[in-house]
Every structure is written in C-alpha cells, then in structure tokens.
C-alpha cells in the first residue's frame, strides 16, 4: 500500500535559517507526489508536485523538494525562511488505481522565530 | 468569490442530532472530496465523487453519508453525530493535473 510518513510533527526555525521538512514514501510503483501547505484558519494550497522527470521540482514562495527514490524521500526545502512561512505543511502521494485518492501524512507545523 | 465554498464555517451540534454541511464550487471540475482533518492525523478521505452519478467510499466513510446535487455541490451528512466526530472538514476539488482546491473548512463540535 502507498504512504507517506513526515518526520516531525513541529520544526522551528531562525528567520533566515534553511527550512527543511522532510517526508518519505512508500510505493510499489513509481509515485506521483505532493507538498500542500495550511496557513492558519484556510484550506490547504498546493505547494509543488512530482509526477515524472526532473527529480527537483520547485513551487511556489521559494520552495522546492527533489524526489530521491534510492531513499524513498520527497524532502521539502527553502534556503531562508520568512515569518510568512510559519504554517502546517503536508506531504501526500496520490494512488496509482484509477481513484486518483491522494494519501495525506500527518503534517509537519513549522515555526519561525524571529 | 472563493472558488470552493463551505457552509457553515462553524457548527456546534449535539449528539444524536443529523447535521448537513455543504459545499460548492464555481472551478467547472467534476472531481469533488470531503476530507476530515485532527490533529497529528493530518486529512483522511470520508467520500469522493468523480461526477454526479459516481460516489466513491474513503478511508474513513462510517457514519457519514454524501450527495452530489449537481456539478457543483456535494453535500456530506451525519445522521446521527457522536462526539468522536468532532473535526474540521474539508470539501476540495482536482482537475486533471490531481490539484485540489480546497474550502476554508467546516469546524464541527458534537457535545
């Protein structure tokens, strides 16, 4: 069965300190794979995704997250975190069968201190 | 205009008591979910529906029920609430490229 685990439930960062959430995957077959981000009292938005080819992807604010299939991991990045970034980040995998269903881990919140 | 609409953002209910919350959108997808989100469980998937004639079972679909009235609207229903229900649920849309496009969420509380 497809699904991801994200290490840490809370990371907190130095304004300015690199960002790193990490997410690793569990796939039979090549995965699709997700970032979403939750800023407080709002829906998820989509921050990046990987389906096929280039293995680094970059989303939006800045991030970026680069598909490591010997590790299984799907890590996401950012070189200098802003206050803006503080917000619940979520990895997801997306079922290879026809439900197309994304697979949610539980959430990583970050922190950012001034 | 949001382009995913829920209704309403925040319920207090009883236990025992049948609860409707809804959800529409204006994005034109026909692929609609309902998600439950708790703490340190992140989003599990209660029903999906890919049109208005296909309703699909998620992960965690006991004691909810759904309809989709039209393209645009999906409904999701307790029958009868129990507090272990308590959560904040989400109504979302995807288009071909398995984007969703998230509500800003129902808050349910079931005294």
């Known amino acids: 069965a497809q699904s991801v685990t994200q290490l840490g439930s809370h990371v907190s960062v130095s304004e300015g300190a690199l960002v790193l959430l990490r997410c690793n995957y569990s796939s039979s077959v090549p995965p699709y794979l997700f970032w979403y981000v939750q800023y407080p009292n709002q829906g998820l938005q989509l921050l990046l995704k990987?389906?096929?080819?280039?293995?680094l992807v970059k989303g939006i604010n800045g991030f970026e997250a680069e598909f490591k299939k010997s590790e299984t991991s799907f890590h996401l990045t950012k070189p200098s975190a802003h206050m803006s970034d503080a917000a619940e980040y979520f990895c997801a995998v997306r079922l290879m069968d026809s439900s197309y269903k994304l697979i949610f881990g539980s959430g990583t919140r970050l922190l950012v201190r001034p | 205009d949001a382009d995913v609409t829920q209704t309403p953002r925040n319920r207090i209910t009883k236990t025992g008591k049948r609860i409707m919350l809804e959800c529409s959108q204006t994005k034109g997808h026909d692929r609609m979910y309902w998600y439950r989100q708790d703490p340190g469980l992140g989003l599990r998937l209660i029903y999906y529906s890919f049109d208005v004639k296909d309703i699909n079972k998620g992960e965690i679909s006991d004691g909810y029920s759904v309809s989709r009235q039209a393209q645009a609207k999906f409904s999701l229903s307790l029958e009868s609430a129990i507090p272990n229900q308590t959560a904040l649920y989400f109504c979302?849309?995807?288009?071909?490229?398995?984007?969703?496009?998230f509500g800003s969420g129902t808050q349910l509380s079931v005294l």
């Open positions: 990987y389906t096929t080819g280039a293995t």
């Open positions: 979302a849309t995807s288009d071909w490229n398995e984007k969703l496009f």
